[in-house]
């Protein structure tokens, strides 16, 4: 009994040596890349990309590499000996950190109960909202001078506890260090409460109606339920609300006392760069604001994976 032969296979399916043709092999790239999120779209990301490079990257590494090029010579590292080894230069790490790490905390705590209250449907939502937004259209100089007004030793407050007796002379408010935190504490909270107010919206609140449900009351639901399930998005908004209060300059010149308690790191840098002219040092200032940065964010971060490890919420705030 004669075998038939296999049917021929049609022409243009193979090339040359039984090889695939290339727009088959073209075709089979890009579908295992668009299985790896690979694709056209990521056309999209090259304009931000590039200005990332030009307006971060580069002047990041350009600022690295004129830190290691001290003015007076003495090696790579003279700039960072010479900060560390200076007790008033290298105060202003614990004096920045003093200041950053309480607002930060402060806007990001106070955040979580107005922003759980206010993501319900009620009359006057809106108006309670840009309220406690407005802040953020006003700016540090502004609010710094709004700050000297009513807390200076003539401002509307000293002069009312005066009026009423409740104090001898003028409270100190301003030009110290408290001064400076309270206009972080004004300038972050929009910040921080919209942020939290994002990812609050973003949890499903049939969640919590099935905790009640099963008996949890309030303070359960909001400790067993909602925190848990916002400890990704608080953590980001610390960060966020660290990051903005480190780098006070502003505040700490004209509601502080620049030249000691609040001689933050900005601070220095200015003086290094624009008092000294020595830019070299500026860069080293900076590059060490940077560091410091990254190692709050680092441990908030390491501490948010331990505390949470379950998915993203998805919603407005993920």
Do not use: C
Not at 237 to 251: D, G, I, K, M, N
């Amino acid at each position: 009994m004669a075998v038939e032969a296999p049917p021929a296979r049609p022409p243009g399916k193979r090339g040359k040596h039984g090889k695939p043709p290339p727009e088959r092999v073209r075709g089979g790239l890009r579908h295992r890349l668009a299985e790896r999120g690979v694709d056209r779209v990521l056309l999209l990301l090259v304009p931000a990309v590039l200005v990332v490079g030009v307006l971060f990257l580069y002047p990041m590494m350009y600022g690295v590499g004129l830190s290691v090029q001290p003015k007076s010579g003495g090696g790579m590292f003279a700039n960072y000996q010479a900060f560390f080894g200076d007790a008033y230069q290298r105060g202003t790490i614990t004096k920045t950190l003093r200041l950053a790490l309480p607002a930060a905390l402060f806007n990001v705590a106070v955040s979580v109960p107005i922003a759980y209250r206010l993501r319900g449907r009620f009359r006057g939502r809106r108006l309670l909202t840009a309220v406690l937004v407005l802040p953020v259209t006003l700016g540090t100089v502004l609010v710094a001078d709004g700050i000297l007004r009513y807390l200076g030793p003539r401002g509307w407050l000293n002069r009312l506890l005066l009026d009423i007796g409740l104090i001898d002379q003028p409270i100190r408010l301003i030009y110290n260090y408290w001064g400076v935190l309270l206009s972080l504490v004004i300038t972050g909270f929009p910040f921080a409460f919209l942020l939290v107010l994002a990812y609050l919206s973003g949890i499903d609140p049939n969640l919590e109606r099935a905790a009640a449900t099963l008996g949890a009351g309030p303070w359960q639901r909001m400790r067993r339920v909602t925190l848990p399930l916002l400890a990704p998005g608080l953590a980001t908004t610390f960060v966020l609300a660290f990051v903005l209060a480190f780098s006070v300059f502003p505040s700490a010149n004209l509601v502080g006392e620049p030249a000691g308690e609040t001689r933050v790191m900005a601070i220095a840098a200015y003086q290094a760069a624009f008092e000294k002219y020595d830019y070299s040092m500026a860069s080293t200032i900076a590059v060490l604001m940077g560091v410091f940065e990254l190692l709050v964010i680092s441990f908030t971060l390491l501490l948010r994976g331990r505390l949470y490890a379950g998915p993203a919420m998805g919603g407005k705030g993920s």
